[in-house]
């Protein structure tokens, strides 16, 4: 059986690989992500994409390395560009904000 496929996004892991928040709300999400990260990934097949890289590699340049290791194993998608013409309809339809396009 095929594996369900999954999109490992920046968040997912700066979750991962951040020090532990004394912020309940944060402090939850990290422990979810480590938990799917070390209990449940296995389960998908994981892609994502150049710009998550580039995301990743962004700050602190320890945090940065550290995001950018936890990704080195999941390969990338193939860009299609139409892929980019879809985001960009959806994007205008939902009213998504201009300075988070990148991310769609």
């Given at each position: ?30 422990q979810v ?34 995001r950018l ?34 991310d769609a």
């Amino acid at each position: 059986m095929t594996k369900p496929k999954v999109y490992v996004e920046t968040s997912v892991v700066s979750y991962l690989v951040s020090h532990l928040s004394k912020a309940p709300l944060i402090l939850g999400q990290q422990q979810v992500t480590k938990k799917w990260w070390h209990q449940v990934m296995d389960q998908y097949t994981p892609f994502t994409s150049e710009m998550v890289y580039t995301e990743a590699a962004r700050g602190d340049t320890v945090m940065a390395e550290a995001r950018l290791s936890a990704l080195a194993d999941i390969p990338l998608l193939e860009h299609d560009p139409q892929f980019t013409s879809l985001a960009s309809a959806y994007l205008k339809r939902i009213g998504f904000p201009e300075s988070l396009r990148p991310d769609a």
